[in-house]
């Protein structure tokens, strides 16, 4: 029962992360 909740907090936490890591790729590359 525990750990279902957990592995949906930590995907959507990874989603975050992705997305943050890949728009401040971006970021670079534009600036560039």
């Excluded at 936490?13 to 590359?29: H, Q």
């Amino acid at each position: 029962m525990f750990l279902k909740p957990r592995i949906f907090l930590l995907g959507s936490e990874v989603k975050v992360w992705w997305i943050c890591k890949r728009d401040r790729e971006w970021e670079a590359l534009i600036a560039k």
